[in-house]
């Protein structure tokens, strides 16, 4: 392959709920003062295409929907080895549901031109659907392979496997495809030095950094407004409520002879007419 | 008759064996559709279905949609979405509401049918329910009115202690996709009946795109975590990969049994994604879970908490799964484990 692939990698800024700061005690998190980070699915989807530009050469640009502070994302994805990045920010996709979102990042992928592979994470931890790199390929009219593990491009053609339920599918395609990268698949490797260096010297000069990282809005990439945001959304959140707490009916054992905790446990749970007895072998 | 169109649930079959969430999603379809007054129709895609059809009526479906085909012998996204976008387009009007499982199989077909109807989709609820909704956007007037008879798509909302309400009253099929493990499933009657209709699909070209080289079952003895009765998993408190073998030590002394674990030991590296409970794992609901050092976040805790009995080891005396498990012991994991599957066998075994 001569010039390599032309890969896009969507990634998004999340919320880091395992940090304290932000997390109120309810669990809910307050996004205004919560930590923020890289979607760890999506450092997965980086790796893939860190590694196929590896393997067959080309270009990688990493794709972000979000507002300003997104940019951050972008920068990190820099420091791992993306050649690119464009952050597709637009006070209008806000509250965008994930067929509105797939549309803006589907148009984005368009506007890149000629992209070979669209790489995405599985899934975002605050989203959590998995649905918008299906709907992006839909769209695109590609095919698609989600809960991809491993995956190399031989005589062009993308052979990958899939988890499924009770195992693995082992799939062959080729390019342009979408591919969602499970969170089993190689981990992203560590940050070259020489990639941090150059981020750092890029950040000191704005004009350099703001060609590297492009910031487009929706006119850029030629979206359709009515189809994003609350009104391209076929979906609202109507109401939320907590989960039911059922604290308390815990029965703890804590004494000091962990064999006798065992046997007091075991017999209670015996006693209680749980229906575990018919299990044991 | 009802002012409603039917519901839809697309079954969900691997190698001609309907998996669980196929009787989950019937059984809440049935009571939608009961409140909906309409009726229920199952669309099933695949080859060699056999007596499958009969088993969806029996298990819920009013009527069978049958796509039964070679090219659907095995599933790929392209050729089993043609063969439901086909189906649900031969119907006069769109369907009320659709459900798929979410599912390996859900997860990856259910996105593109609603993107081509380009209508709403719900992930991974976890209850479903009919209701009327009022819309009082400012942003989106088109929109504002008083809807009735709703799907009303219930998840748990993101790493956090929520569940939320989603609507898409504006477009039907009103879509979503539910969890194994967290519906009700349709109770059996081999004395029901209904209609089987077998549809014709026209694949293109183009639906051949990706070619399934080879399908590899699990190899393991270990069960399917979704049909597992017990299950036993372990967190990041084992501190590395090798306390999978306590794990799976104390599940041997179990039938029907299966390693679980949490996400945090997932992402380490210590145990496949496959074993992974948890919101962005699998949804269980066996008759006994074990937690070992597992603390119990509301990630791992929405996948779990409606298993029978549940039993949590963990040093920490403060850890948040002793707010919900049923039975705790606080100690090294270690050294309860090995403890536990011997006072099981000399309790309880047959």
Request: overall charge neutral.
């Given at each position: 392959?001569?010039?390599?692939?032309?890969?896009a990698v969507l990634i998004k800024q999340v919320p880091d709920t395992s940090s304290a700061a932000g997390v109120n005690p309810d669990g809910t998190v307050d996004r205004a003062r919560a930590k923020r980070m890289i979607n760890p699915f999506d450092k997965y989807a980086l790796q893939k295409a860190i590694?196929?530009?590896?393997?067959?050469?080309?270009?990688i640009i990493v794709v972000s929907m979000g507002p300003p502070p997104a940019m951050e994302v972008l920068v990190e994805a820099l420091e791992y080895g993306a050649?690119?990045g464009y952050l597709l920010s637009d006070r209008?996709l806000a509250a965008s549901d994930t067929l509105a979102t797939a549309y803006a990042l589907y148009?984005t992928v368009?506007?890149?031109?000629?992209?070979?592979?669209v790489f995405t994470g599985l899934q975002t931890t605050d989203g959590d659907t998995a649905q918008t790199g299906p709907q992006i390929?839909?769209?695109?009219?590609?095919?698609?392979?989600t809960y991809c593990?491993?995956?190399?491009?031989?005589?062009?053609?993308?052979?990958?496997?899939?988890?499924?339920?009770?195992?693995?599918?082992?799939?062959?395609?080729?390019?342009?495809?979408l591919i969602t990268v499970a969170n089993s698949a190689?981990r992203l490797?560590?940050k070259?030095?020489?990639?941090?260096?150059?981020?750092?010297?890029?950040?000191?000069?704005?004009?350099?950094?703001?060609?590297?990282i492009?910031v487009v809005?929706?006119?850029?990439?030629?979206?359709?407004?009515?189809?994003v945001g609350l009104?391209?959304s076929?979906t609202v959140v109507?109401?939320t409520?907590?989960l039911?707490?059922?604290?308390?009916?815990?029965?703890?054992?804590?004494?000091?002879?962990?064999?006798?905790?065992?046997?007091?446990?075991?017999?209670?749970?015996?006693?209680?007419?749980?229906?575990?007895?018919?299990?044991?072998? | 008759?009802?002012?409603?169109?039917?519901?839809?649930?697309?079954?969900?079959?691997?190698?001609?064996?309907?998996?669980?969430?196929?009787?989950?999603?019937?059984?809440?379809?049935?009571?939608?559709?009961?409140?909906?007054?309409?009726?229920?129709?199952?669309?099933?895609?695949?080859?060699?279905?056999?007596?499958?059809?009969?088993?969806?009526?029996?298990?819920?479906?009013?009527?069978?949609?049958?796509?039964?085909?070679?090219?659907?012998?095995?599933?790929?996204?392209?050729?089993?979405?043609?063969?439901?976008?086909?189906?649900?387009?031969?119907?006069?009007?769109?369907?009320?509401?659709?459900?798929?499982?979410a599912?390996?199989?859900?997860r990856?077909?259910?996105p593109?049918?609603?993107?081509?109807?380009?209508?709403?989709l719900t992930a991974d609820?976890?209850?479903?329910?009919?209701?009327?909704?009022?819309?009082?956007?400012?942003?989106?007037?088109?929109?504002?009115?008083?809807?009735?008879?709703?799907?009303?798509?219930?998840r748990p909302s993101f790493g956090e202690s929520l569940k939320a309400?989603i609507?898409?009253?504006?477009?039907?099929?009103?879509?979503?996709t539910?969890r194994?493990?967290?519906?009700?499933?349709?109770?059996?009657?081999?004395?029901?009946?209904?209609?089987?209709?077998?549809?014709?699909?026209?694949?293109?070209?183009?639906?051949?795109?990706?070619?399934?080289?080879?399908?590899?079952?699990?190899?393991?003895?270990?069960?399917?975590?979704?049909?597992?009765?017990?299950?036993?998993?372990?967190?990041f408190?084992?501190?590395?990969?090798?306390?999978?073998?306590?794990?799976?030590?104390?599940?041997?002394?179990?039938?029907?049994?299966?390693?679980?674990?949490s996400r945090k030991a997932v992402d380490s590296?210590?145990?496949?994604y496959?074993?992974q409970?948890g919101q962005t794992g699998?949804?269980?609901?066996?008759?006994?879970?074990?937690?070992?050092?597992?603390s119990?976040a509301i990630q791992h805790r929405v996948g779990?908490?409606?298993?029978?009995?549940?039993?949590?080891?963990?040093?920490?005396?403060?850890?948040?799964?002793?707010?919900?498990?049923?039975?705790?012991?606080?100690?090294?994991?270690?050294?309860?484990?090995?403890?536990?599957?011997?006072?099981?066998?000399?309790?309880?075994?047959?």
């Amino acid at each position: 392959m001569g010039n390599g692939y032309k890969m896009a990698v969507l990634i998004k800024q999340v919320p880091d709920t395992s940090s304290a700061a932000g997390v109120n005690p309810d669990g809910t998190v307050d996004r205004a003062r919560a930590k923020r980070m890289i979607n760890p699915f999506d450092k997965y989807a980086l790796q893939k295409a860190i590694e196929t530009r590896a393997s067959h050469g080309g270009e990688i640009i990493v794709v972000s929907m979000g507002p300003p502070p997104a940019m951050e994302v972008l920068v990190e994805a820099l420091e791992y080895g993306a050649d690119a990045g464009y952050l597709l920010s637009d006070r209008r996709l806000a509250a965008s549901d994930t067929l509105a979102t797939a549309y803006a990042l589907y148009k984005t992928v368009v506007y890149l031109k000629d992209v070979d592979i669209v790489f995405t994470g599985l899934q975002t931890t605050d989203g959590d659907t998995a649905q918008t790199g299906p709907q992006i390929a839909e769209r695109l009219d590609v095919a698609q392979i989600t809960y991809c593990e491993t995956m190399e491009i031989v005589d062009g053609r993308i052979h990958a496997s899939r988890i499924i339920d009770g195992g693995i599918q082992k799939l062959e395609t080729a390019p342009p495809a979408l591919i969602t990268v499970a969170n089993s698949a190689s981990r992203l490797e560590h940050k070259k030095f020489t990639n941090v260096h150059m981020v750092k010297k890029l950040s000191r000069d704005k004009a350099e950094m703001e060609k590297r990282i492009r910031v487009v809005t929706l006119d850029d990439i030629g979206a359709e407004p009515e189809r994003v945001g609350l009104l391209g959304s076929p979906t609202v959140v109507g109401k939320t409520w907590k989960l039911g707490e059922k604290g308390g009916s815990c029965k703890l054992f804590k004494g000091d002879k962990p064999s006798h905790e065992v046997e007091l446990l075991v017999n209670a749970v015996a006693s209680e007419g749980r229906g575990v007895e018919e299990f044991v072998l | 008759m009802s002012q409603y169109e039917d519901i839809v649930v697309i079954a969900d079959q691997i190698q001609n064996d309907l998996r669980p969430i196929t009787f989950e999603l019937l059984g809440a379809a049935q009571t939608l559709a009961a409140k909906l007054d309409v009726k229920v129709r199952a669309i099933v895609m695949g080859h060699n279905l056999g007596s499958i059809p009969q088993d969806l009526i029996h298990n819920g479906a009013d009527s069978v949609y049958v796509v039964d085909q070679p090219e659907l012998a095995e599933y790929t996204t392209l050729t089993y979405r043609r063969a439901a976008i086909s189906v649900i387009e031969s119907f006069e009007r769109p369907p009320h509401i659709a459900l798929c499982g979410a599912t390996t199989l859900g997860r990856d077909l259910a996105p593109r049918i609603a993107s081509h109807f380009e209508t709403g989709l719900t992930a991974d609820c976890t209850e479903l329910d009919i209701g009327d909704y009022e819309h009082k956007g400012k942003a989106d007037p088109s929109k504002t009115g008083t809807y009735n008879n709703c799907l009303y798509a219930i998840r748990p909302s993101f790493g956090e202690s929520l569940k939320a309400r989603i609507l898409g009253p504006w477009k039907n099929p009103q879509m979503a996709t539910a969890r194994t493990g967290a519906l009700i499933p349709f109770v059996t009657d081999t004395t029901r009946t209904g209609r089987i209709v077998a549809i014709k699909v026209k694949f293109e070209e183009s639906d051949f795109r990706v070619k399934v080289i080879e399908t590899v079952r699990a190899v393991s003895d270990a069960l399917d975590l979704i049909r597992a009765k017990v299950i036993v998993s372990g967190g990041f408190g084992l501190g590395g990969p090798e306390g999978f073998d306590v794990v799976s030590d104390l599940a041997s002394v179990f039938k029907e049994s299966a390693v679980g674990s949490s996400r945090k030991a997932v992402d380490s590296g210590w145990i496949p994604y496959s074993h992974q409970v948890g919101q962005t794992g699998k949804t269980v609901r066996p008759v006994l879970y074990i937690a070992l050092g597992i603390s119990g976040a509301i990630q791992h805790r929405v996948g779990m908490s409606n298993s029978g009995t549940i039993i949590a080891v963990n040093k920490d005396e403060k850890a948040p799964i002793f707010q919900f498990a049923h039975y705790g012991i606080v100690g090294d994991l270690y050294d309860i484990a090995p403890m536990l599957k011997e006072q099981f066998k000399k309790s309880m075994a047959s």
